[in-house]
């Protein structure tokens, strides 16, 4: 008897602490309403005042954020007459800075682009409208049909380790760049058939042949421009050393980095850097993400949990950012598999698929389903508009299996840990209710991406998510047989052909008619089915600002981040 | 002692070599390769063959393992393919935050669970004593990654108190991961710490004590506690290397920047040399720590330093060794590679002992013997009282004078009356422990066969308008994100946890009996290598090990059940092999082997079915282990795959919205909990209706 007294109370004591991880009482001056809000410039949230309870988040197609496109910032001008913080904490993603080294091959994702930012500066980079190109280290420069390029180079700038930044440092750059075949830098300067240096300063680049998005191409994160003989004495923290507005104090691979202000940095004759240390940590679990915000421990955070966001919106005590950004969420139909290769069946499951409820899903409300049935990236120039969606219509989509030759087969789907694992459940089930068998494949990211190797993807569908960049020939990646991301294994010739065209056209006219023709290409084909692009979530401490939202992923710019104190 | 400790780190180097082979053969299972994911738009073919011909993969695995040793033996574990940092600089720089997040662990937990264990054996039987073995139960059945996740709600979200992950806020950072490393030791060592001081608090000297006028505060702080450190230093160390080996869960669940989160991370992220280096320096770590908890017996017991710096002779070896509650628990630290001396005054009589022979290496063997022994001694104690003069005699006889011989004929009959099996379940009622255990279990088998009749179709149907909707008349358990019904969805997942601890118990027990019977009934140079790998396998973090056992294989309920069920081999083989050990020296084998009965007919008809009893009667723990650790492979996206409702998965999926919808987590999470107390609870109490001296 004693032991089940025992028992029970202990059981009573669970429940307890079950009952004080109870929902969080609202504070009396957050207002969150039904709908999870929307997020403008300054986070100003909707509130319906609705009776319902303000902490589970009720679903309302119409009422989806409709965040922003083009440049968003959080409080973006310096205040005068203030006190700035000296030190920030940021947690800007989920995923970890695994190192600090452009040329590494996995070393390349949204997270260690803020870090390139920091570290180095590019030749050319984004102006405050994030569209327009201005130069940095290139104080001018001009082109001839895109292929002969000349730099003018900004005179009094020195790497951390104090060496002066001269033109040879270009030539260096790219050829290390030449050396790590695997890397974005090796893309980006790929092109390159000869350089001439006319002085410290000046230097002439000739590329293979003319390529209009080159300009664009430069002012990437990884662009950055390399100090060699850094890189020679210490070949592993020689990377480190950039022109750039900070300088790496500290780094724990795949947690933490530290960085300092380089106060001998160029840009600080135009525009103040006021947080003298900045720390980039990584935080895997998404409610200590939030955790931490509320306490103070962090003074940013990007990419908090859906669910927690509304918790941010309206708070006076935060500030918050909801971009659309370029990130794409798509299915890839394997192309060399006899079953989802069949246009029918391509269109069956295009028709059998909920977008609306697929993006809420996935998103967590801050997303947009596709509308037109183009898998290009939102933002990205020269997209075609005019594509029709194909609409979530079962009975149309029993039509198309039915003329398809598939025969019941149990379709597998790959999803890779932690990306869209609850929008892949509904897909399955929307496949499942036209009489499509499923089988989600749940698999870790290095199994997904072997999936792009035709030699081992022997799956039908799998889960996707592609950063587009705002240049149109990026298409390619995913078009072309040998793109680098066609996670479809798709291969059309004809295609092919007209992206190799597109991407040396130089006039602007019949260029947007190229990739106006290859979108309705791949919308004929369909080897990817889009489903939603979403919207950045970015969550600051009240007086936090200087971060702004380029179009694309990666180009997060943390060099201006402030915190007001009082 | 010298020579003994040069024995052990020699020992290693097998280890060593086996280790590193199985894993780096495993890592090159896995689907994809590090080429995979360097993707490049303008990379040509011949580019990508300079990688492949850099990585050496166009050479046979074998050829690159021979690479890899060649440079260990150099002390060059290699560059990691992610960070292109050196593995052994990441490593080390890495170990002292696991050292210090278990190593605090440990102190918290030993600092309470000692106070704890002798008060509870100071008052058994009292509120009290069940209170603190009720926590200490429930703290072993407690999921980890759920108590993580419920501690960074509780201190983290509502009252604020404590930073919720990283290491950079001082000690205040500490706390939580502390805390949730210090449960599972600080349960395990409070069960070791009550029973042992419990034995000894019975113990003739103590009462020789007593009557001396000795304090009672002296008598149990010196004399009982004192002679009961042997089993609780066994036990902390054997926590102290576990956790050490398998902190990834605490360490992802608060971004802990420890060798745990590093080797998963390598693992997810396909590193092969940074994964393969971080197991066989932990490996190393695993062997280095179980050495250090052999040599601190010196310490404390005088009777061991003496064996280890005595001559070397065949003797007679007697070791006195205090009890072990739970067998239960020593088949847990069995399947880790250390093992916790049992009930009772144990005798052993080692009879080809070398006197050099460590008292770890004696406790193995007292282990076994007490399994071995549990069956037949509760049948032979139950024939006393019709044995003649002999049991008149007995102090038995002499307790029991007050009744009539006819009452004691009738007390007899009547116990008699039950049948072997009858008898036990008698015994398992009247634990009302067990018995709570057994009316969970018996509702969840009841769940497990009403989800037949649950169509697959409620527990995969969205209603996305309907997330998140907390538990009401409606929905009794509230629903999920996609707005699925929890209760639905939790009663179907029984069928999932209890196939999982199934599953993984009998894939263990086939493995582990046929190898444990194998090595321990040939013995000598088959026993050797057996036992050796054995150690290799356990040495491997076990929650590690299944992640890449799952990569390989894929995920499925199949597979799941093979990824924990290996992990189990290593801990049943050595139990099976202890107790073979014993039977296989027996007057009735030797009598088998006499009438030329083939060694495949002895062991197989006389020695294992004499064996195999407190074997399966001890895998109930293994029941509950399996259960946690498929749920936490589940948990870490390595198990069963979505939409099924797996405990694992559904405390997983939760988790994102732990603030607004905490039932989500916190329900499947109880169930993880429950059944697995309830295993424990069966467990323990099964243990005692076959222990004779429970019966008297």
Redesign the interface.
């Known amino acids: ?7 029970i ?2 059981m009573a004591m ?1 429940l307890l ?2 009952a ?5 009482a609202q504070e009396s001056d957050v207002s969150v309403g039904a709908g999870t809000g929307t997020g403008g410039g300054t986070g100003a949230g909707a509130s319906t005042g609705a009776a319902v ?1 303000p ?5 309302d197609p119409d009422d989806t954020p409709e965040g922003e496109i083009g440049l968003r910032t959080l409080p973006w001008d310096l205040p005068e007459g203030v006190q700035f913080a000296d030190h920030l904490d940021m947690l800007p993603l989920v995923s ?1 800075v ?2 600090i ?1 452009p040329l ?4 390349g994702g949204s997270v260690h682009n803020i870090v390139y930012t920091l570290i180095y500066d590019r030749l050319l980079e984004l102006a405050d409208d994030v569209v327009t190109i201005k130069g940095s280290l290139a104080e001018s420069w001009s082109h001839v049909d895109f292929t002969y390029w000349t730099f003018n180079l900004r005179s009094g700038v020195y790497f951390h380790n104090g060496d002066p930044f001269t033109a040879q440092d270009i030539v260096n750059t790219i050829e290390l760049a030449r050396v790590a ?4 830098p ?2 980006y300067w ?1 092109p390159v058939q000869s350089w001439n240096i006319i002085d410290d300063h000046t230097i002439e680049i000739t590329l293979n042949g003319p390529s209009p998005d080159w300009e664009f191409v430069l002012t990437m994160p990884q662009a950055g421009i390399f100090n060699a003989r850094a890189i020679q004495e210490n070949p ?1 923290q020689g990377l480190w050393i950039g022109t750039g507005a900070f300088y790496v104090a500290d780094f ?5 980095i530290y960085f300092l202000r380089n106060d001998n940095w160029w840009g600080l004759r135009y525009r103040n850097v006021p947080t003298r240390s900045l ?1 980039v ?12 915000l ?2 103070g ?1 962090a003074h940013f955070a990007g990419a908090p ?4 966001f509304p ?1 941010f919106l309206d708070s006076p005590d935060f500030v918050t950012l909801t971009p659309i950004t370029n990130e794409v969420w798509y299915l890839a139909l394997n192309s060399r598999d006899p079953i989802t290769s069949c246009p029918y069946f391509r269109r069956a499951v295009a028709h059998a698929l909920n977008l609306e ?1 697929i993006a ?2 996935g998103t967590g409300g801050y997303g947009h389903a596709f509308s037109d049935g183009t898998t290009w990236g939102p933002l990205t120039a020269m997209r075609n508009n005019d594509l029709p969606l194909r609409e979530f219509d079962p009975d149309k989509a029993r039509d198309y299996l039915a003329r398809s030759v598939y025969n019941g087969e149990e379709i597998n789907i790959a999803a890779a ?2 990306n869209a ?2 929008a ?3 897909v ?2 929307n496949l ?1 209710a036209v009489g499509i068998n499923t ?9 997904l ?2 999936q ?2 035709p030699e ?1 993807n022997v799956g039908h569908i799998a889960f996707h998510v592609s950063s587009w960049m705002p240049v149109p020939s990026f298409v ?2 995913m078009a072309r047989s040998t ?3 066609n996670r479809s294994s798709y291969s059309n010739p004809y295609l092919d052909d007209l992206l190799d065209r597109a991407a040396s056209e130089l006039d602007p006219v019949a260029r947007e008619q190229m990739y106006h023709r290859i979108q309705e290409v791949m919308w004929e084909d369909m080897p990817y089915i889009p489903l939603f692009f979403r919207n950045r979530t970015w969550v600051g401490q009240r007086d936090f600002g200087g971060i702004r939202a380029a179009n694309i992923a990666t180009n997060y710019d943390y060099r201006f981040a402030f915190m007001v104190i009082e | 002692m010298y020579r003994y400790l040069i024995k052990r780190i020699l020992l290693m180097i097998p280890i060593i070599i086996f280790v590193s082979f199985v894993i780096f053969i495993l890592m090159e299972l896995t689907p994809g390769t590090i080429i995979d994911g360097m993707i490049s738009e303008a990379m040509t073919p011949e580019a990508r063959q300079e990688l492949i011909e850099y990585h050496n993969l166009h050479r046979s695995v074998f050829y690159r393992y021979g690479l890899y040793m060649l440079n260990l033996v150099q002390g060059d574990l290699g560059v990691s393919d992610t960070t292109g940092a050196s593995v052994a600089n990441m490593f080390f720089n890495r170990l002292p935050n696991t050292l210090l997040l278990v190593g605090t662990g440990l102190v918290i937990a030993v600092l309470l669970a000692v106070p704890l264990g002798v008060l509870a054996a100071k008052r058994a039987g009292s509120l009290v004593d069940n209170f603190v073995t009720v926590i200490s139960m429930s703290g072993m059945s407690m999921p980890p990654f759920w108590l993580g996740i419920l501690l960074l709600l509780l201190f983290s979200f509502h009252l604020g108190w404590l930073p919720a992950a990283g290491n950079r806020d001082g000690v205040l950072s500490l706390i939580m991961p502390a805390m949730c490393t210090a449960l599972m030791m600080m349960a395990i060592t409070t069960r070791q710490a009550r029973s042992s001081v419990l034995g000894n608090l019975k113990a003739d000297f103590l009462r020789t004590a007593r009557a001396k006028g000795v304090p009672e505060k002296t008598v149990v702080r010196k004399h009982a506690l004192g002679n009961s450190w042997i089993p609780i230093i066994t036990q902390i160390g054997s926590s102290f290397a576990v956790q050490l080996a398998g902190s990834v869960v605490v360490e992802t669940v608060f971004s802990w920047p420890g060798i745990g989160l590093l080797t998963a991370q390598a693992i997810m992220n396909r590193d092969v040399t940074q994964a393969t280096g971080n197991i066989i320096m932990t490996s190393i770590m695993y062997g280095i720590v179980q050495l250090i908890v052999d040599m601190s017996f010196a310490l404390v017991d005088p009777r061991i330093k003496a064996q280890y710096s005595g001559k070397k002779k065949k003797k007679k070896t007697l070791v006195t060794i205090p009890a072990a509650e739970s067998p239960q628990l020593a088949f847990v630290a069995a399947s880790v590679g250390s093992e916790v001396p049992l009930e009772g005054d144990l005798y052993i009589e080692d009879k080809d002992a070398d006197a050099q022979e460590p008292a770890h290496t004696q406790i193995v063997h007292s282990v076994a013997a007490t399994y071995a022994d549990t069956v037949p001694r509760r049948l032979e104690l139950s024939e006393p009282l019709d044995s003649g003069a002999q049991s008149r005699a007995s102090p038995y006889r002499e307790a029991t004078s007050r009744f009539s011989d006819e009452d004691v004929v009738r007390i007899i009959k009547a116990n008699r009356k039950r049948s072997q099996l009858g008898d036990i379940f008698y015994r398992l009622r009247k634990n009302k422990g067990a018995f709570v255990g057994l009316i969970v279990l018996s509702i969840m088998l009841m769940f497990t066969i009403s989800s037949i009749f649950i169509p697959r179709q409620a527990i995969i149907e969205s209603n996305v308008r309907n997330r998140l909707a907390p538990p009401s008349s409606e929905h009794w358990f509230g629903s999920d994100t996609q707005g699925r019904d929890l209760f639905v969805r939790t009663i179907y997942g029984t069928r999932y946890s209890l196939a999982v601890g199934f599953g993984a118990v009998t894939f263990g027990l086939i493995f582990g009996v046929l190898i444990g019977t194998t090595s321990g009934y040939f013995g000598g140079k088959v026993d050797d290598i057996v036992m050796r790998f054995a150690d290799a396998i356990a040495s491997i973090p076990g929650i590690l090990f299944g992640m890449v056992i799952m990569v390989i294989l894929g995920p499925s309920l199949r597979n799941l059940i093979i990824a924990v069920g290996i992990t189990l081999i290593p801990g049943i083989t050595r139990a099976v092999r202890s107790s073979v050990l014993q039977i296989s020296n027996s007057e009735y084998v030797e009598a088998a082997r006499a009438i030329g009965l083939s060694n495949f007919r002895i062991m197989f008809t006389q020695v294992l079915p004499n064996g195999l009893s407190p074997v399966i009667v001890s895998a109930t723990a293994f029941l509950g282990i399996s259960i946690v650790h498929g749920a936490t492979l589940s948990f870490l996206g390595f198990g069963i795959p979505s939409p099924a409702p797996e405990w694992g998965l559904m405390v997983a999926q939760g988790r994102d919205v732990l603030r607004t919808a905490p039932w989500i987590s916190s329900i499947p999470g109880v169930f993880i909990m429950m059944a697995v107390l309830a295993f424990n609870l069966v467990g323990d109490g099964l243990r005692d209706a076959l222990d004779p001296k429970m019966k008297r």
């Open positions: 008897m004693k032991k089940l007294i025992a028992t109370l202990v669970g602490m079950l004080a991880c109870g929902p969080v309870d902490t589970v988040p009720m679903f970890p695994t190192s080294d590494h091959p996995g070393a075949p695997a890397s974005n090796f893309d790929h592993e724990e691979p795949a947690m933490d720390a940590r990584t935080v895997h679990e998404g409610t200590a993400r939030t955790a931490m509320m306490q421990y949990l859906p669910d927690d918790l409820d809420f899903i840990l932690p694992l609850l892949v459940d509904l399955a089930e499942n089988f989600i494949n749940i698999m870790d990211s290095p199994s991406a072997a792009h190797n081992v390619s990646t793109g680098a991301i």
